[in-house]
């Protein structure tokens, strides 16, 4: 993420590691070949056929070979997951969603061939996303997050103990509807009274509200594989979320992948664009997502010490996987990653 000044702001950016986010490329449930007999066909139950009619994610027909889900994450490299089932497929009027339950990751949400999602480590994704930006604003009170629809990343920002009001704008009422049946944990934030959630585009939405937050959240798809586009672009930050914050307001928003062989195609590219609209940008990134910028009107001090005490004064129960020092450690970047976005010149518009 970064920190800029003008108006606080971070982008989350996921690294080719992290399986919760959704990574460039196509996705396919099959069946491996047998190996030497030890696979026996007849031992494998086959799904019922309208678990499959969701017809082509990214013009490519999702099959069902034997219990894997694989998905193209970068040119030449494929990530598969072993899976117990497709639990349910539905085609909204926005995109493809399916449902389906992993060995390793729980129930897991996939849109467009993309795995967004998955209940056993989602909430490494969505602490980081969240937390670093309502611990450094001195008094958080109104939040909005766009896109959001899985309910984590609001269950996150509703262990603060002064949030007074969080929306959710989601444009797919149905990632909404699947993941309040199918992600369990996130059923106490839904129902919590300080939550809203508004089905509508967040560039329309932020348009036509003239409400202002102390954070905007961006829990969105990564830019140039998705509807989210028009989320990622100078015009957007510059005349759509900077008016949108309160006076030293912080905006975080996921920026794309941050790995070593990854960063140059979206992530470098969201971090200079941002860097013409708010001066102060600091790039944070971490092992299982990496989470863009956070931009503000003052220089921030990421203090690991100093984050600790307000987690302990601000926070509801306890993080299951950032503290202080984590934070702090996420601002310190590889030296590839460094260079990369001192030389991009490349503006998203």
Same mark, same amino acid.
């Given at each position: 993420?970064?920190?800029?000044?003008?108006?606080?702001?971070?982008?989350?950016?996921?690294?080719?590691?992290?399986?919760?986010? #959704?990574?460039?490329?196509?996705?396919?449930?099959?069946?491996?070949?047998?190996?030497?007999?030890?696979?026996?066909?007849?031992?494998?139950?086959?799904?019922?056929?309208?678990?499959?009619?969701?017809?082509?994610?990214?013009?490519?027909?999702?099959?069902?070979?034997?219990?894997?889900?694989?998905?193209?994450?970068?040119?030449?490299?494929?990530?598969?997951?072993?899976?117990?089932?497709?639990?349910? &497929?539905?085609?909204?009027?926005?995109?493809?969603?399916?449902?389906?339950?992993?060995?390793?990751?729980?129930?897991?949400?996939?849109?467009?061939?993309?795995?967004?999602?998955?209940?056993?480590?989602?909430?490494? %994704?969505?602490?980081?996303?969240?937390?670093?930006? /309502?611990?450094? @604003?001195?008094?958080?009170?109104?939040?909005?997050?766009?896109?959001?629809?899985?309910?984590?990343?609001?269950?996150?920002?509703?262990?603060?103990?002064?949030?007074?009001?969080?929306?959710?704008?989601?444009?797919?009422?149905?990632?909404?509807?699947?993941?309040?049946?199918?992600?369990?944990? #996130?059923?106490?934030?839904?129902?919590?009274?300080?939550?809203?959630?508004?089905?509508?585009?967040?560039?329309?939405? /932020?348009?036509?509200?003239?409400?202002?937050?102390?954070?905007?959240?961006?829990?969105?798809?990564?830019?140039?594989?998705?509807?989210?586009?028009?989320?990622?672009?100078?015009?957007?930050?510059?005349?759509?979320?900077?008016?949108? /914050?309160?006076?030293?307001?912080?905006?975080?928003?996921?920026?794309?992948?941050?790995?070593?062989?990854? @960063?140059?195609?979206? %992530? &470098?590219?969201?971090?200079?664009?941002?860097?013409?609209?708010?001066?102060?940008?600091?790039?944070?990134?971490? @092992?299982?997502?990496?989470?863009?910028?956070?931009?503000?009107?003052?220089?921030?001090?990421?203090?690991?010490?100093?984050?600790?005490?307000?987690?302990?004064?601000?926070?509801?129960?306890?993080?299951?996987?950032?503290?202080?020092?984590?934070?702090?450690?996420?601002?310190? /970047?590889?030296?590839?990653?460094?260079?990369?976005?001192?030389?991009?010149?490349?503006?998203?518009?």
């Amino acid at each position: 993420m970064v920190f800029a000044s003008i108006m606080r702001y971070f982008v989350k950016v996921s690294m080719t590691m992290f399986c919760l986010l #959704n990574l460039n490329g196509n996705a396919q449930f099959h069946r491996p070949e047998p190996i030497d007999g030890i696979v026996d066909d007849d031992n494998v139950d086959e799904p019922e056929q309208n678990q499959f009619e969701y017809g082509y994610y990214d013009n490519m027909h999702i099959e069902w070979v034997h219990q894997l889900y694989e998905e193209e994450i970068d040119i030449d490299v494929t990530r598969s997951l072993v899976i117990n089932s497709v639990d349910y &497929s539905v085609a909204s009027e926005i995109q493809n969603l399916t449902v389906i339950t992993t060995n390793r990751f729980g129930k897991a949400i996939v849109l467009n061939s993309h795995l967004q999602t998955a209940e056993h480590d989602e909430h490494i %994704f969505h602490e980081s996303l969240v937390h670093p930006a /309502l611990l450094i @604003h001195n008094a958080p009170k109104t939040i909005l997050i766009m896109g959001g629809g899985s309910g984590s990343a609001a269950r996150e920002v509703l262990k603060h103990k002064d949030i007074t009001k969080v929306i959710i704008c989601e444009i797919d009422r149905q990632v909404v509807n699947l993941s309040h049946e199918h992600m369990e944990a #996130n059923n106490g934030a839904f129902n919590d009274e300080r939550l809203h959630i508004i089905y509508n585009d967040a560039k329309d939405e /932020l348009e036509r509200s003239q409400e202002k937050f102390d954070v905007i959240i961006g829990d969105l798809c990564e830019p140039n594989t998705s509807i989210s586009n028009n989320l990622y672009t100078r015009s957007f930050y510059e005349d759509v979320v900077k008016p949108r /914050l309160k006076e030293n307001g912080l905006f975080v928003t996921y920026a794309g992948r941050a790995g070593n062989l990854s @960063h140059k195609v979206v %992530f &470098s590219q969201v971090h200079n664009t941002l860097k013409q609209v708010f001066p102060y940008v600091v790039a944070y990134t971490a @092992h299982v997502s990496s989470y863009g910028d956070l931009f503000s009107n003052i220089p921030i001090n990421v203090d690991a010490e100093q984050l600790n005490n307000k987690i302990g004064e601000r926070i509801n129960g306890e993080l299951s996987y950032l503290d202080g020092d984590v934070i702090a450690a996420s601002t310190v /970047l590889n030296k590839t990653l460094k260079k990369s976005l001192m030389e991009e010149t490349s503006i998203l518009n």
